[in-house]
């Protein structure tokens, strides 16, 4: 019999790659769409949130992807 592949994540808890924890998805009425929380199997540290939506979804807003303010020279 062949042995399967586990699926590790890398851990910012542990510091290390860990054996992953992939639950059923959830769901409540406050949100319309599931999600999966992507556990560390070592430390149970939530590593990511992933939700599935439907692609006419538009995205949400995000600061990582807003311009940055120019800086002024200091004279």
Known sequence: MKSMARKEVYCENCKSHQPLIQPDPQKDDLNLYPWYELVCGTC?????????????????????VEPKLKRVPKR
């Open 44 to 64: 149970y540290s939530i590593i990511a949130t992933v939700q599935i939506v439907p692609d006419e979804k538009p995205l949400e807003p995000s600061a990582a």
